[in-house]
């Protein structure tokens, strides 16, 4: 059974960290890319970052360069997304979606999603 679920969302003072996981299980996770997105209330979902299977490259929207990383533990299927700096605009809904040909338009597996809230 295929399976990503994120933990760690919560609320958070602007300037302040969180710490994103997703954790994967049911498929061959070191042969996937995979992607953080977020999705705010009335706007279109956005991709946050992405890190290829490897970990050999990583790619970030223009809004979070400099303020999220991600990184993945191949030995234990998961992801995570470091998020520093964190302004009230960062709010959504953040969810991690698995890939296996990094060129297609969407994850071929999706999580379920972790509500992020920044503010005071």
């Known amino acids: 059974q295929v399976q990503l679920v994120e933990s760690g969302g919560g609320l958070v003072q602007p300037g302040g960290s969180l710490r994103l996981s997703c954790a994967v299980s049911?498929?061959?996770?070191?042969?996937?890319?995979i992607s953080w997105y977020r999705q705010a209330p009335g706007k279109e979902r956005e991709l946050v970052a992405r890190i290829s299977n490897r970990a050999s490259s990583t790619r970030y929207a223009d809004s979070v360069k400099g303020r999220f990383t991600i990184s993945r533990d191949n030995a234990k299927n998961t992801v995570y997304l470091q998020m520093n700096s964190l302004r009230p605009e960062d709010t959504a809904v953040y969810y991690c979606g698995a890939k296996y040909r990094d060129y297609a338009s969407e994850p071929d597996y999706w999580g379920q999603g972790t509500q992020v809230t920044v503010s005071s």
């Open positions: 049911g498929f061959a996770f070191v042969s996937y890319s």
